[in-house]
Nanobody
Framework: QLQLVESGGGLVQPGGSLRLSCNAP?????????IGWFRQVPGKEREGLAS????????NYADSVKGRFTISRDDASDTVYLQMNNLKPEDTAVYYC??????????????????WGQGTQVTVSS
């Protein structure tokens, strides 16, 4: 299990964009990890948004973000990104990346992953 590191959250106006990053801790690499992005608001279950396999192919998108969010990975920088466009107030949440060392395609189920980050806050408000 790894303690992943998210960054890139912040305050953005409706219709704006943010790009979140997910990195491995120092001395480790994500290149054999399928990665998923999740979000959670207080009182609600953690919601799976997107996943990507170790080859860089997105494997799942939630209907709530399809067409607005894009997951990608850059092996050179060992980073997995979540590009978020046309953000809405209902996208306000703490966003997490999660990983699992595997050749499998990834999942939108939080139970499938065994490595998590601490989360980064995204607030969409005017």
């Amino acid at each position: 299990q790894l303690q992943l590191v998210e960054s890139g959250g912040g305050l953005v106006q409706p219709g704006g964009s943010l790009r979140l990053s997910c990195n491995a801790p120092s001395g480790f690499t994500l290149n054999r990890y399928a990665i998923g992005w999740f979000r959670q608001v207080p009182g609600k279950e953690r919601e799976g948004l997107a996943s990507i396999n170790i080859y860089g192919t997105p494997t799942n998108y939630a209907d709530s973000v399809k067409g607005r969010f894009t997951i990608s990975r850059d092996d050179a920088s060992d980073t997995v990104y979540l590009q978020m466009n046309n953000l809405k107030p209902e996208d306000t949440a703490v966003y997490y990346c999660a990983g699992r060392h595997t050749s499998f395609r990834g999942s939108l189920s939080p139970d499938w992953y065994d490595s998590w980050g601490q989360g980064t806050q995204v607030t969409v408000s005017s």
